[in-house]
């Protein structure tokens, strides 16, 4: 897998002061996407221990609220091995942090990835150039949502986060 940047303390891709892990490939190339440069799978440089140590360091500090994956498309199929592998272990060193996923794909074809209940918020649906609204909250356009991921899991239906 191949990355962008790590983003320290980061307050616009979730929740809370954030890393922001952003990685390469994405298979929607959606129209007006913020970042096309990440579309190519073999484009930013490769994810390797120095920059899982760099991304585990960040997410050591206290005052850290959790990890953001964003992209180019996390769960695009380059990605979704080592992207599933991080959320694990992510879980296991830091259960107190929160984990949360951006995807063009939308929930329901996602829902059965083994990684998924171990994600607290997913913000999913292609960027939708014609929906765009900058007064939403974690998302670019209105189609996209913002769904709470445990919750949704356990009631079977959609569950956005508040």
């Not at 920059?51 to 199929?77: H, M, Q």
């Not at 979704?80 to 830091?94: M, N, P, S, T, Y």
Request: net charge negative; with cysteine; hydrophobic share 40%.
């Amino acid at each position: 897998m191949n990355y962008h940047n790590i983003t320290m303390d980061d307050m616009l891709n979730g929740d809370g002061l954030r890393t922001v892990l952003w990685v390469s490939g994405c298979a929607h190339h959606c129209r007006g996407c913020q970042n096309p440069q990440t579309w190519p799978a073999d484009s930013g440089i490769p994810f390797d221990d120095a920059a899982k140590a760099e991304l585990f360091a960040n997410l050591s500090r206290d005052y850290i609220s959790g990890v953001t994956f964003s992209g180019g498309d996390p769960l695009c199929a380059c990605n979704q091995d080592v992207i599933g592998a991080l959320i694990a272990e992510i879980r296991e060193k830091f259960p107190n942090k929160t984990i949360w996923l951006y995807s063009g794909d939308v929930f329901e074809n996602i829902r059965d990835l083994p990684f998924l209940p171990m994600v607290d918020v997913m913000v999913d649906g292609p960027y939708i150039e014609a929906l765009r609204d900058v007064q939403l909250r974690w998302k670019g356009s209105a189609n996209q949502r913002v769904i709470d991921v445990k919750k949704t899991l356990a009631a079977n239906q959609i569950v956005l986060w508040a």
